[in-house]
Every structure is written in structure tokens, then in C-alpha cells.
Nanobody, 121 residues
Framework: QVQFVESGGGLVQPGGSLRLSCAAS????????MSWYRQAPGKERELVAG????????KFGESVKGRFTISRDNVKKTVYLQMNSLKPEDPAVYYC??????????????WGQGTQVTVSS
């Protein structure tokens, strides 16, 4: 079945960096775009970054442009999010899902557990 396992979150000081990973299974990973989302307490889930199936195109939310990069390894079926220059407004639980415009697997039971990112001095 479809599964997403996110990892790599943690506590980092403002200006610091983290690299998130998401291992996916249960679908043809190399054929679909992948995206990262985040959800902060009391807020809607928002798109952070996306990458096409072959990795040739990427997109980013306005608040993270220039600071975050997204990449993927189709052999390992893993998508990565490199987060640099982290700001106090970046803390959230970060999730990945398939899709470009919207999550392909949007049932509650498809979403992974996410990985918590905390930015604090």
C-alpha cells in the first residue's frame, strides 16, 4: 500500500540547516512528481516544494524560495528537502506526498507521520 516515511527533522537554531528525507512506496515513484508540505499548529497544510518525476523542474512556496531545495533519487524512491537559513516561521510538521498541483494520495491514512522541525535559539 502507499506509504510515506519522513525523517530528518529536529531542533535547529535560526539560520541553521536541516535535510529532510521521505521514503515512498506502494506506487511507481519514478513516474510521479513529488512534493513537500508543512503544517504548523492552527494552520492549514501548505505546499513547500515540488519536483517533477525526472527531477528536471522544481517549484517552491514564496516563503522558502532561495532557502530550500528539493531533490529526489528514483532508485532509492526517496525525495529530499534541504532547508537552509531556517527562520522562526519555518517550524512545522513536514510531510511529503506524490503529485504536483495537489496531493495524489490525500486520504488521512496515506499521509505519513511527518517530521517535526523546530527553530529556536
Amino acid at each position: 500500500q502507499v506509504q510515506f516515511v519522513e525523517s530528518g527533522g529536529g531542533l535547529v537554531q535560526p539560520g541553521g540547516s536541516l535535510r529532510l528525507s521521505c521514503a515512498a512506496s506502494g506506487f511507481t515513484f519514478s513516474s510521479v512528481a513529488m512534493s513537500w508540505y508543512r503544517q504548523a499548529p492552527g494552520k492549514e497544510r501548505e505546499l513547500v516544494a515540488g519536483i517533477t518525476s525526472g527531477g528536471g523542474s522544481t517549484k517552491f512556496g514564496e516563503s522558502v524560495k532561495g532557502r530550500f531545495t528539493i531533490s529526489r533519487d528514483n532508485v532509492k524512491k526517496t525525495v529530499y528537502l534541504q532547508m537552509n537559513s531556517l527562520k522562526p516561521e519555518d517550524p512545522a510538521v513536514y510531510y511529503c506526498n506524490a503529485g504536483w498541483e495537489r496531493p495524489l494520495f490525500n486520504r488521512d491514512d496515506y499521509w505519513g507521520q511527518g517530521t517535526q522541525v523546530t527553530v529556536s535559539s
